[in-house]
């Protein structure tokens, strides 16, 4: 269980870097 966990939580991150991303690249337009 705590695997699986641990495997959501880092997509999470992953996800969240990919959007904090796009925001920054937004502003930069």
């Known amino acids: 269980m705590k695997a699986l966990?641990?495997?959501a939580q880092s997509r999470l991150?992953?996800?969240?870097?990919h959007i904090?991303?796009?925001d920054d690249i937004r502003?930069?337009?």
């Open 5 to 7: 966990f641990d495997d």
């Open 13 to 17: 991150t992953e996800v969240f870097k």
């Open 20 to 22: 904090e991303l796009s």
């Open 27 to 29: 502003e930069r337009l």
